[in-house]
């Protein structure tokens, strides 16, 4: 069985993850603000270097799979979206990269979102630093967005990017990554969002064709399936989890 790291461990769609995998069997990481194995703030550059280098210490420097959860939504401050949907991911995943290929055939989920899809016809100058890596001018375009709906769309844009990107890289060394982009899932971001003057009318109004929103253990069926041998052929796919969300708001670009 595999050592799996899973960050956002302790709520949502983190800890339905982590449900699914350990009945598996496999040994788990999981690392999170609190209540975890790990317990790091992964918005900030200090608290990624340590998540990192507690999560080899205790894979002893081989890991078979991440899984990047952790997250927070349009109710956060713009600089906290771009410092963990953005950067928790990338700081995290490239620290663990070496041991992820010293297991052979690392493999790797990122759980972005629907919303990185609205960005992908023309990204947001605040993606575009995040993807040249500059955590500075990112968060700086992200204050001065004052948009907390855009600033999320561009750090699952940006981080679907550098995971489409990372699988080119990795698929040449036997290693996988994918993207989950999941539409709207009853957790407690989700109801946060629902519960927020600003943005609860438009997300209470923003329904899937199917009628409803997703539940955790969906999105852990999809890391299942990409963290399996089933999908031994799939490499940097952006799988979408969301009652048909994507292709009712982008029907002709896929
Ligand atoms: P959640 O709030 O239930 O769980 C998120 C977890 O991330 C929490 O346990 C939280 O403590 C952790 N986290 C937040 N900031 C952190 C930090 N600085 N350092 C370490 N851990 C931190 O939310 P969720 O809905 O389960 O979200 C999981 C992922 O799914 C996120 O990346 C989110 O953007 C994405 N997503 C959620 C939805 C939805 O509707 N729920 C839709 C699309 C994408």
Same mark, same amino acid.
Request: with cysteine; proline share 3%.
């Given at each position: 069985m595999s050592t799996i790291a899973v960050t956002g461990a302790a709520s949502g769609i983190g800890a339905a993850v982590c449900q699914h995998l350990e009945a598996a069997g496999h040994s788990l990481i999981r690392v999170d603000l609190r209540n975890a194995d790990i317990n790091a703030d992964l918005s900030t550059a200090e608290g990624r270097k340590a998540a990192v280098e507690q999560t080899l210490s205790a894979c002893n420097n081989r890991l078979d799979a991440v899984v990047a959860c952790a997250g927070v939504g349009v109710t956060a401050p713009a600089t906290v979206i771009v410092g963990v949907n953005h950067f928790g991911v990338t700081g995290y995943l490239d620290g663990l990269e070496d041991a992820l290929a010293a297991s052979g055939q #690392?493999? %790797?989920v990122i759980i972005g979102s629907v919303a990185g899809s609205h960005m992908v016809a023309a990204p947001h100058p605040m993606a575009v630093a995040m993807l040249d890596n500059d955590e500075a001018k990112a968060c700086q375009l992200a204050a001065e967005a004052d948009n907390p709906s855009a600033v999320y769309a561009a750090s699952k844009y940006a981080v679907t990017v550098y995971g489409r990107r990372k699988a080119v890289e990795w698929g040449k060394r036997g290693m996988r990554l994918n993207i989950i982009a999941p539409g709207a899932v009853e957790t407690p971001l989700h109801k946060a969002s629902l519960d927020d003057a600003r943005f609860g009318e438009a997300v209470k109004n923003f329904v899937a064709p199917m009628g409803r929103a997703g539940v955790p253990a969906e $999105? %852990? *069926? !999809? &890391? *299942? +399936?990409?963290?399996? *041998?089933?999908? %031994?052929? &799939?490499? !940097?796919? &952006?799988? +979408? $989890?969301? #009652? #048909?969300m994507d292709a009712m708001v982008r029907t002709k670009t896929f």
């Amino acid at each position: 069985m595999s050592t799996i790291a899973v960050t956002g461990a302790a709520s949502g769609i983190g800890a339905a993850v982590c449900q699914h995998l350990e009945a598996a069997g496999h040994s788990l990481i999981r690392v999170d603000l609190r209540n975890a194995d790990i317990n790091a703030d992964l918005s900030t550059a200090e608290g990624r270097k340590a998540a990192v280098e507690q999560t080899l210490s205790a894979c002893n420097n081989r890991l078979d799979a991440v899984v990047a959860c952790a997250g927070v939504g349009v109710t956060a401050p713009a600089t906290v979206i771009v410092g963990v949907n953005h950067f928790g991911v990338t700081g995290y995943l490239d620290g663990l990269e070496d041991a992820l290929a010293a297991s052979g055939q #690392g493999k %790797a989920v990122i759980i972005g979102s629907v919303a990185g899809s609205h960005m992908v016809a023309a990204p947001h100058p605040m993606a575009v630093a995040m993807l040249d890596n500059d955590e500075a001018k990112a968060c700086q375009l992200a204050a001065e967005a004052d948009n907390p709906s855009a600033v999320y769309a561009a750090s699952k844009y940006a981080v679907t990017v550098y995971g489409r990107r990372k699988a080119v890289e990795w698929g040449k060394r036997g290693m996988r990554l994918n993207i989950i982009a999941p539409g709207a899932v009853e957790t407690p971001l989700h109801k946060a969002s629902l519960d927020d003057a600003r943005f609860g009318e438009a997300v209470k109004n923003f329904v899937a064709p199917m009628g409803r929103a997703g539940v955790p253990a969906e $999105i %852990a *069926d !999809g &890391v *299942d +399936f990409l963290l399996s *041998d089933k999908s %031994a052929f &799939v490499n !940097g796919s &952006v799988l +979408f $989890i969301d #009652g #048909g969300m994507d292709a009712m708001v982008r029907t002709k670009t896929f």
